[in-house]
């Protein structure tokens, strides 16, 4: 039988075309129109420090997605948009393809991957610039098992792959014409999920990579 993940790798020709849109287009919260005036505001408890926090984090990296780039700064974003797309896929399948049928997984190798995996897919979502959506339509991630021995090492591998498939065969990469609000933010949704899976894949591996680690 043979491996799906044995299939060759090639970068779909609309890609680029789209990148333009995506980078070009507005931010995806505009509205047109007169908005709505602001309910009035009532007493309310201020949310905690840690919550405070990450809502400030939020709201810098919007205004700095916001920020038009340069030519110049288009022009590299093009250019690792096209790396990191298909990179991720090359690595992705070579590892798939050799952990599935191993008995005892390469967990360094596993590691050195899933690093790897991680640093594309944070630079194509800093990239690509994808909104988060707030739809119905848009399935909740997936939840992470902890890997603690070869078998749910490779059922947490196989959940990596599947987001990476997902994301790569996102249909806003094909139909160029109409960028999707819902199918870019599933394909955002995405790429937070390969990028938090493979952080918590390296962490895993590096540990059972470890004899005197592993579980009994």
Do not use: C, H
Not at 57 to 65: D, F, G
Not at 155 to 164: E, F, N, Q, R, Y
């Amino acid at each position: 039988m043979k491996s799906v993940w044995g299939k060759s790798i090639s970068i779909i020709p609309a890609l680029l075309v789209l990148v333009m849109q995506l980078l070009l287009a507005p931010p995806g919260n505009a509205q047109t129109g007169n908005p709505a005036p602001p309910a009035p505001a009532g007493p309310t408890t201020p949310p905690p420090a840690s919550i405070r926090e990450r809502q400030f984090k939020m709201l810098e990296m919007e205004r700095e997605a916001a920020k038009p780039r340069t030519p110049e700064e288009e022009t590299l974003a093009l250019a690792q948009i096209a790396e990191d797309y298909k990179r991720i896929q090359v690595i992705n399948n070579k590892m798939m393809s050799t952990t599935m049928p191993a008995a005892a997984p390469n967990y360094a190798s596993i590691a050195d991957t899933t690093a790897e995996i991680r640093k594309r897919a944070s630079r194509l979502r800093d990239n690509l610039r994808l909104p988060q959506g707030a739809s119905e339509k848009v399935m909740k991630p997936p939840e992470y098992k902890q890997a603690v021995d070869a078998a749910r090492m490779k059922a947490a591998l196989l959940s990596l792959d599947g987001s990476i498939m997902r994301f790569i065969n996102n249909p806003i990469f094909k139909n160029t014409g109409v960028v999707e609000v819902e199918q870019a933010a599933r394909a955002r949704r995405d790429l937070d999920t390969i990028i938090e899976f493979s952080r918590l894949i390296k962490k895993d591996a590096e540990r059972l990579s470890k004899p005197s680690e592993k579980p009994d």
